[in-house]
């Protein structure tokens, strides 16, 4: 693991530990520092279940130079696979995945 790697894993390790932070707090502090510290990335950001509608995933906090597709449904896209396999999923190239739901020009 890389030192800013480590860094940043403590950094988010004190952060969830401070006295009574709120998840929506720690996730848009963890996308802020990825977006800020890991130049290869444009957008950072989270997926939550939709409390209301469980079979969909809604964007949450997120920071990055476009607007992200707002719901996704599980069945669908490479964060649906993710969430609904309930795994990682890793895709060196996204053209060459069908699942790949289409955004910006600028996020492969």
Known sequence: MMLVHEELLR??????????????SVMERIAQRLHE???RYNWV????????????LL?????????PNARIP???????AAA????TVVVHDVSKDSRY??????VK
Not at 11 to 24: G, K, R, S, V
Not at 45 to 56: K, N, Q, R
Not at 84 to 87: E, R
């Open 59 to 67: 964007v949450g906090p997120f920071v990055g130079s476009f607007t």
């Open 37 to 39: 510290k890991m130049a």
């Open 101 to 106: 739901l289409a955004g910006p020009a600028l």
């Open 84 to 87: 609904s396999g309930g795994y």
């Open 11 to 24: 950094e988010f390790q004190d952060l969830a530990n401070a006295d009574h932070p709120t998840a929506q």
């Open 74 to 80: 599980l069945n669908t896209g490479l964060c649906g």
């Open 45 to 56: 950001g989270f997926y939550l279940v939709d409390a209301t509608e469980p079979g969909v």
